[in-house]
């Protein structure tokens, strides 16, 4: 009896790591078959629908600007605008979004937070805001560090579109700021979401 409980943490391990194995092949599988955006076939819509991008920032100096920069060039071929909202921020973000909205007056308009209402977050409160003040018939949440490279917004509304989708969800590719990763800030090229 004392060697088989002995040996019950020898098996529980080994079930474990058979598992998690199973668990991370059919992960591996499924990603596979998620289609990458700049592979997918465009559909071209008779109309493109207005499209409206939220940007909450939060102490973003560092890379909100470069963000912001990448989504008023996008070719977005129906009507676009930005709207980022400094969200309390305490660094020189919201200056930064001025100065954005200095240059690209028709597309881009900053929102400033200076204090939280009752009862909510701040990290729900500034997407909620600008929500509200969108005008588009789409809505792109993203956060104030992503950079598009161009046409994402096309492809990615009219892969939407074309499929009849109601919700898109696209998963961006990664550049890191840690010591151990290397300094990748601003990327070397452009990540798309």
């Known amino acids: 009896m004392r060697r088989t409980l002995a040996k019950a943490p020898l098996l529980l391990a080994a079930f474990g790591f058979l598992f998690w194995l199973v ?3 059919e992960w591996f599988r499924g990603v596979r078959r998620v289609p990458v ?3 997918v076939a465009e559909p071209v819509p008779t109309a493109y629908p207005s499209l409206a991008v ?3 920032a939060r102490d973003e100096e560092r890379a909100v600007g470069e963000s912001v920069r990448s989504m008023v060039a996008q070719d977005h071929p129906g009507p ?4 980022a909202v400094d969200d309390r ?3 020189r973000t919201g200056e930064i979004l001025e100065s954005l909205w200095v240059e690209h007056p028709s597309l ?3 929102l400033h937070v200076t204090q939280l209402p009752a009862g909510w977050l701040g990290k729900n409160h500034a997407p909620s805001l600008g929500a509200a003040e969108a005008r ?3 809505l792109l949440f993203t956060d104030a560090d992503v950079v598009f490279v161009p046409g994402c917004f096309r492809k990615a509304v009219s892969y939407a579109v074309g499929n009849g989708l109601d919700h898109i969800a696209l998963a ?3 550049f890191s700021r840690g010591p151990l990763q290397g300094d990748s800030w601003p990327p070397s090229r452009s990540s798309s979401s």
């Open 23 to 25: 668990l991370g092949a």
């Open 54 to 56: 939220v940007v909450p």
């Open 136 to 138: 588009g018939d789409w």
């Open 80 to 83: 676009l605008e930005v709207v």
């Open 108 to 110: 881009l308009r900053a």
């Open 37 to 39: 955006l700049c592979d």
């Open 89 to 91: 921020c305490a660094d």
């Open 172 to 174: 961006p590719e990664l």
